[in-house]
């Protein structure tokens, strides 16, 4: 019995595209003592349902201390200063995070 050559095909890549994160904002009055909510739209190339994502809300560009949920209460140090937040998705399986 004779054998031929093995011969192999062409490969590909697996991979799984990072969530992201889009139309980042929130709401809330601008005073002390203020409730303020982040919102944001999850959206995953490869359907990856939303894991738990982190939150940080910035003063000035800079973190906030333990400033790290999805709402904030505004204080003092806020005041004459501007204030945003931010959000890194994260999905259930595949890659993390891409921010948009």
Do not use: C
Not at 1 to 16: D, E, F, K
Not at 72 to 82: E, F, I, N, R
């Amino acid at each position: 019995m004779l054998t031929g050559t093995p011969v192999a095909s062409t490969g590909i890549a697996i991979t799984n595209s990072t969530p992201v994160a889009s139309s980042v904002s929130f709401t809330g009055i601008a005073k002390i003592n203020q409730l303020q909510t982040g919102t944001y739209t999850y959206s995953d190339a490869d359907g990856d349902l939303t894991g738990t994502p982190t939150y940080r809300w910035l003063r000035n560009g800079s973190p906030i201390g333990s400033a790290t949920s999805s709402t904030y209460t505004t204080v003092l140090a806020d005041v004459g200063h501007t204030l945003s937040f931010e959000v890194t998705p994260v999905a259930l399986t595949g890659t993390t995070p891409e921010l948009q």
